[in-house]
């Protein structure tokens, strides 16, 4: 960043102390391309410098004080105007005078809290980043330096799996099971599907990954259904009392940590959504929300073994968690 002003231009650059061996991690901007940035969990310390460099070394440049600042806010894309700071802190590196020579700034901003994982979205962006700022009379001189935050999860205590009986009257009855209501990034959904009803001819079955981010309050409340994956079950017509598997690896979709009311401003829900489709092409579908998290590098052994557990149960029975009320498809009207 230059600021050219009675004869005087200044570089600022912002590094961090531990930038040759911290890892980047890739994430999308607001235009869709990803990019990397450097990759910071909750309670880390972000260190570093903030170099200047002045471009003409006999002349001196003035300024009002120069600050570092960490931020974290939250911008609705309807709403720019307003950056909602969630994270704000300053640390000041000089005090007002002038510059002859360049010169760098240590700073430290020791086990900052950093609560939510950063985001981008439709409708909204969550973000993290440094800004530094000399202060000038008329223009100030500001570089911005964005960073990724991550947030990690321990494996749920309590991760029920999914079974539900739906179907429509005299038409269609099915049952469905996952295995588990709570996924991490790099899981695999396993499942099942029994056909104990079948009077429509059904052509074609999948599976959908949908995120639903919802952003605002009160009238003001904006959803966005986004389609992350399509995963094709069977194609053909079933028969009463086939069962079809189910294995989805989510490791290759674009996915973040499910988001619930992320400072009042928004939320990323994910669903899965069962859809069927009959030789007439209509649509039978039902929508169950399952939760992800993301998982650290490093999982306790005991942890690990206990969901290893959980996963041979599930693929060695027919009988998981507690049936719910049998509920209809959102369908057409079904015809016998």
């Not at 961090?16 to 880390?44: I, N």
Request: net charge neutral.
């Amino acid at each position: 960043m230059s600021f050219f002003g009675f004869g005087q231009s200044v570089e600022v650059e912002i590094l961090l102390d531990d930038a040759e061996s911290r890892k980047r991690a890739e994430h999308k901007t607001e235009d869709g391309k990803k990019e990397k940035y450097f990759l910071f969990y909750d309670g880390e310390t972000v260190s570093g410098k903030v170099s200047l460099a002045l471009k003409n070394p006999n002349k001196r440049l003035e300024h009002q004080g120069i600050k570092i600042e960490f931020i974290g806010q939250i911008e609705l894309y309807y709403d720019r105007g307003n950056h909602h700071e969630f994270v704000s802190l300053v640390k000041d590196l000089a005090r007002p005078g002038e510059i002859t020579q360049s010169q760098a700034f240590d700073f430290e901003f020791t086990h900052v809290e950093k609560p939510y994982e950063s985001y981008t979205g439709q409708n909204v962006k969550l973000r993290y980043f440094l800004r530094a700022t000399i202060s000038r009379r008329l223009n100030d001189v500001v570089k911005e330096m964005d960073i990724v935050v991550h947030t990690l999860s321990t494996y749920p205590e309590l991760n029920s799996s999914i079974k539900m009986e739906v179907g429509i009257e005299d038409c269609l009855h099915i049952e469905f099971e996952y295995n588990k209501s709570k996924y991490h990034l790099k899981d695999v959904i396993v499942g099942k599907i029994y056909f104990l009803l079948v009077r429509i001819k059904i052509k074609h079955m999948e599976i959908d990954i949908i995120k639903r981010e919802t952003t605002g309050t009160g009238p003001n409340v904006y959803h966005e259904n986004d389609t992350i994956a399509k995963y094709e079950i069977m194609d053909g017509a079933p028969v009463r009392g086939e069962s079809i598997p189910i294995r989805l690896f989510l490791a290759g979709y674009e996915l973040t940590p499910t988001m619930r009311d992320i400072n009042k401003k928004f939320s990323v829900r994910y669903y899965l959504n069962l859809v069927l489709i009959d030789e007439e092409e209509r649509r039978y579908f039902k929508q169950q929300e399952v939760v992800l998290w993301r998982k650290g590098d490093i999982v306790r052994k005991s942890m690990s073994h206990q969901a290893a557990i959980a996963s041979q149960r599930f693929e060695g029975t027919t009988s998981l968690g507690e049936v719910r009320t049998p509920s209809q498809l959102s369908d057409n009207n079904c015809r016998q």
